[in-house]
């Protein structure tokens, strides 16, 4: 399972996550920095942070090797306006991290499809031992 780690830019500093988390995806990891970041912002609002303050942070997710994977800025996931974002930088995604997660969907098809084609074979031999008996296939009893 990959292992993102998670650095906090504030305005003043970045925050270094040294101990990282698995996830089964970068999706899965980004979807948590979003549930993150509204609690964070919310115990900083709590706190009395302000509002434009708390919209210049953002999680750098970085892979092991400590490549930037994505950028997601708090504003991203509080702004009311998202139209005021429409023309901001696209998260940065690595060509490899692209790569490793077509991958993975590839090889949950695949076995997926085998799968399926295991049933269907079971599926056919069934059928064909019910048609041996009368010579016809029976309709399958309601329950």
């Not at 899965?28 to 942070?57: E, K, N, P, T």
Request: hydrophobic fraction near 40%; proline fraction near 5%.
């Amino acid at each position: 399972m990959p292992h993102y780690y998670f650095h906090l830019r504030t305005p003043d500093e970045l925050e270094w996550d040294n101990e990282g988390v698995s996830f089964g995806s970068l999706d899965d990891a980004y979807l948590d920095v979003c549930h993150a970041i509204s609690r964070i912002a919310s115990d900083l609002f709590q706190g009395g942070g302000q509002r434009a303050r708390i919209l210049r942070y953002a999680f750098e997710i970085a892979d092991v090797g400590g490549g930037l994977l994505m950028d997601v800025p708090f504003s991203e996931v509080l702004d009311e306006n998202p139209a005021r974002f429409r023309h901001a930088p696209a998260r940065h995604w690595s060509a490899e991290a692209e790569i490793a997660r077509t991958r993975r969907l590839i090889a949950a098809l695949n076995e997926q499809r085998a799968a399926l084609a295991a049933t269907l074979c079971v599926t056919q031999e069934l059928l064909s031992r019910l048609r041996g008996r009368d010579g016809r296939a029976r309709p399958t009893p309601r329950a």
